[in-house]
């Protein structure tokens, strides 16, 4: 089992790892202004350290549960900004953008899960508390 939840911490990670790297894209940054963010050139950039940082910390299980916070700071303002299906008329643009706004809700499960349980085994957290500690009830 202790594979599966590395596995499993690879798997959700790897979306942020491998998108991050094209919020420094002017094409990307563009797009993102084109949809209403406002400091695309600041912002954009800045998303992209956040999800590669949650990203890495999630996989290697250093400091797990920070890295899924910074994942949940990425997706909140991403999911509502870029994806906000409601405002879209164009059918077929409507159904991508609900489609990608539910995914993204889902990784926002995920993220949740990571921030609560913790990096889980294999991990440098070992499950140990990190800088989000929270207390053990008996």
Not at 4 to 12: E, K, Q, T
Not at 44 to 50: D, H, S, Y
Not at 108 to 127: E, H, K, Q
Request: aromatic residues 14%; proline residues 4%.
């Amino acid at each position: 089992m202790k594979y599966l939840v590395l596995l499993a911490r690879i798997l959700f990670s790897a979306i942020f790892f491998m998108s991050a790297f094209s919020h420094f894209s002017a094409g990307t940054i563009a797009y993102a202004a084109s949809q209403g963010v406002p400091f695309a050139g600041f912002l954009v950039p800045a998303a992209g350290i956040l999800a590669l940082a949650g990203a890495i910390s999630i996989i290697i299980g250093f400091k797990a549960r920070c890295g899924a916070l910074a994942i949940i700071l990425f997706l909140v303002p991403v999911t509502f900004m870029m994806h906000n299906f409601w405002a879209v008329t164009d059918p077929m643009m409507h159904q991508m953008q609900m489609i990608m706004f539910m995914k993204n809700l889902s990784m926002l499960g995920g993220a949740i899960l990571i921030t609560y349980f913790g990096a889980g085994p294999l991990s440098f957290d070992g499950n140990k508390d990190c800088c989000c500690d929270k207390k053990e009830e008996a």
